[in-house]
Structure formats: C-alpha cells, structure tokens
C-alpha cells in the first residue's frame, strides 16, 4: 500500500524500527548516506508513520522519536549559520550522529543477513549420528597440557578426602593466599621438577586451607611462574617452574 496524496511514494513493507526504514529510503532512492537530503528523507518518512496511522497500525514511541530528530535535524539545516560560531569554530553537521548510527545499524544487519544465509545452509545439512570405534581406533589426546576442568577435579577428590570442621569448633588460621604462593613456589624449586599436585595439601587439615592452597596454585599459574602438566590419562599431575628469560 502506498500514500496517495504525498508526491513521495513509500510502499509499507517489515522494517524492524525507524533506523530500518530510514536505510531502506537511504538505499532505495540511491541516496550518499554521507550526504542525506534530510528535507526529502524526512517528508518520505513521515509519509509512511501516516501510512501506519491510516492502518490503525501501533506506532511506537521510537518511531516517534525519530521523526522529532530528523524534524530538529531539518530545522537546524534550515538556519543561517552564525558568523561569530565560524570564526570561533568549524560548524558541526547536525547529520553526523544520524549518519553514524546509520552506519552501525548497516554493519549489525549485514552480519545478521550472513547468520541467516549459514543457518540456512546448516540445516540441509544431517549428520548420520553417533559412530562407536573400536579402541585402537580412537584418536589419541594431547594431555600434556592441563585444564582447569582437570584442575577442578583433582581439587574434588582432594576435597572428599577431608572431613568437614565441626561446627563448634571455629578455629582462626593465619593462612592466606600469599603465604600459600611463596611455599608452594618455594617447595616446586626444593623439588626440582618432582612436585605432584597432591603433595601440594599433604599438610594440609582443613577444607579452607585446601581452596587457598589451590587458588594459590591457579595465581601462581596465571603470572606463568609455574606450568602443569600430565603424561596421561589418570596420572599424577605434576607441577614443574617455569623457566624465567635470563635466569
């Protein structure tokens, strides 16, 4: 449907909201959106709110919103320019933060237009399912490397072999996560690469003292001053110094 009366014809089509539509009028009259003949892109838009309004279609307050900053923008173009405001300063275009958000907006629907192309590829696609092989088969993992998933569970087993402090019994521990960094490090140093993540809570006696010993260790791991690593799977981690660039 089209307005009859305006020497501008917009068809009503979807727009998901004014930024939408003012695209749509920027690309479909071969507009430069870098230079915006705001005059005629306002009337066109003000056409299609009348349009919704004809329909007895809702039209939100950001439609309405928009109409008011291209109405100021419009207003602001209309003026004389000052002539002490050009001496002092050059004069801002009052197209600038429209042209911008336009811009944005253009970038954001571009990407949701390739999401949807990918998504409708993906789904011709159909896997056969699940495949069991035989166990010589099945790849081989890297575990050299450790996680904090691995860490985690290390943590838990550690963890239930401890019982639980009576309640009662409050007890005030002049242990903190520091602390615990310098004698972990001090100890993987005494060690000489033969540390075990386990040996890190054999002195260890209450459920406290084992989370600061393991953030102690996660600290220690985040400045790369030690490295963990495991041959395979199930055996022991072992916690190794990292070696320092002139040491």
């Given at each position: 449907m089209q307005v009859e009366d305006s020497p501008y014809k917009v068809t009503l089509g979807v727009f998901e909201g004014p930024l939408d539509l003012l695209l749509h009028l920027i690309r479909s009259n071969e507009i430069d959106i870098y230079d915006i003949p705001i005059a005629e892109v306002t009337e066109q838009y003000l056409s299609y709110l009348s349009?919704?309004?004809?329909?007895d279609l809702e039209v939100a307050g950001e439609w309405l919103v928009m109409a008011a900053t291209l109405l100021e923008i419009k207003s602001r173009m209309l003026l004389p320019d000052d002539p002490k405001?050009?001496?002092e300063e050059e004069a801002v275009d009052p197209?600038?933060?429209?042209?911008?958000?336009l811009i944005e907006y253009e970038k954001f629907k571009g990407a949701a237009e390739v999401f949807r192309e990918r998504e409708a590829e993906q789904?011709?696609?159909?896997g056969r399912g699940a495949v069991e092989l035989d166990y010589d088969l099945r790849p081989e993992f890297d575990l050299s490397n450790?996680?904090?998933v691995d860490l985690l569970a290390a943590l838990q087993r550690i963890l239930s072999d401890i019982d639980e402090e009576p309640v009662t019994s409050i007890q005030r521990r002049k242990v903190s996560v520091r602390m615990r960094m310098r004698e972990i490090y001090k100890r993987a140093i005494d060690a000489a690469g033969?540390?075990?993540f386990v040996d890190l809570f054999?002195?260890?006696t209450s459920r406290v003292e084992v989370v600061i010993t393991f953030?102690?260790?996660l600290e220690l791991l985040r400045q790369k001053k030690l490295t963990v690593k495991q041959a395979k799977a199930f055996a022991p981690i072992e916690i190794k110094l990292v070696e320092q660039n002139g040491s």
């Open positions: 349009l919704m309004e004809s329909l405001e050009e001496l197209r600038v933060e429209l042209v911008e958000r789904a011709k696609v159909f450790i996680t904090a033969q540390l075990h054999d002195d260890v953030l102690a260790l």
